[in-house]
């Protein structure tokens, strides 16, 4: 008996800095992380968030919430992530047209490209990002109570 196939999800930066720093929601963050490795559900994300993971610590080191020497940055350049990385590149033009269409920049337009084009629920904690897409893709927004749960409307 083969094992069951694994369920792709896309995962923005906003959830993934949760899994890597104490912040609010983290313990939230990382049980739904614990939840998908149960159930064979792997995170999957474009891989420029590797450089917006970076500048979010940048940040951090600026306004003194991180030390350069925090143990966490042992791990750089993928911090021990266990994402699988798509390329960003053929996603630009569908990103473009999302950024446009829902007034969201490039970056997190990505995001939604991807989980349009695996045909996939993208996973955030930004509640911006989220109410901004509106139906055009399923988000599961992380919350500390539930998450928020809008599906993309059929054709």
């Known amino acids: 008996m083969s094992a069951e196939p694994l369920t ?6 906003s959830l993934v800095i949760k899994w890597l720093l104490p912040e609010p929601d983290s313990a939230a963050a ?11 559900i792997v995170p999957i ?16 080191l600026q306004k003194g919430e991180l030390t350069p020497d925090a143990p966490i940055l042992a791990f750089v350049p993928t911090f ?13 033009p569908q990103a473009w047209r999302l950024a446009c269409q829902c007034q969201i920049s490039v970056y997190d337009a ?3 490209a991807l989980a349009l084009q695996l045909n996939t629920a993208l996973y955030t904690a930004d509640v911006e990002f989220a109410r901004r ?20 409307q059929s054709s």
């Open 110 to 112: 990505l995001y939604a």
């Open 45 to 60: 994300a474009p891989d420029f968030l590797l450089i917006e993971v970076h500048n979010a610590f940048w940040k951090k």
């Open 80 to 92: 021990g992530l266990e994402v699988n990385w798509f390329p960003f590149e053929p996603l630009l």
């Open 133 to 152: 897409l509106g139906q055009t893709v399923t988000v599961h927004l992380l919350t500390p109570r539930a998450p928020r749960r809008s599906s993309r």
């Open 8 to 13: 792709p999800v896309v995962v923005d930066a």
């Open 30 to 40: 990382l049980e739904c992380r614990r939840r998908w490795v149960a159930h064979r």
